[in-house]
């Protein structure tokens, strides 16, 4: 059974940089596209970014390019995104989620083509 668990959410103030944590179980970790999504109310869900470990690509959406890191730990298969610089807009549920390795392969992430979620966690920036 598959399993993904975010941590490390909580109420931060702008400029600050907490890093989010997912505990992956229950699938080859190195052989899926591994993403991070975000979603506030009334909106779709917003692919940030993606890693595909298989081949160390990346990806990341602009709004986050240059200030949020996606990396791994294989040994703990364990995901992270390290946010720095965060701004009030940056608030959001966010989600750590699995695909195919195919879906890191384009330029933009699309919430349908990914199978596993976390429950997400929830970043909230004060101003």
């Known amino acids: 059974q598959v399993h993904l668990e975010e941590s490390g959410g909580g109420s931060v103030q702008a400029g600050g940089s907490p890093r989010l944590s997912c505990v992956v179980s229950?699938?080859?970790?190195?052989?899926?596209?591994m993403g991070w999504f975000r979603q506030t109310p009334g909106k779709e869900r917003e692919g940030v970014t993606s890693i595909f470990i298989g081949a160390g690509r990346t990806y990341y959406a602009d709004s986050v390019k240059g200030r949020f890191t996606i990396s791994r730990d294989n040994a703990k298969s364990t995901l992270y995104l390290q946010m720095n610089s965060l701004k009030p807009e940056d608030t959001a549920v966010y989600y750590c989620a699995a695909g195919p390795s195919y879906v890191c392969s384009g330029g933009y992430l699309e919430a349908p083509d990914f199978d596993y979620w976390g429950q997400g966690t929830q970043v909230t920036v004060s101003s």
């Open positions: 229950g699938l080859t970790y190195s052989r899926h596209c």
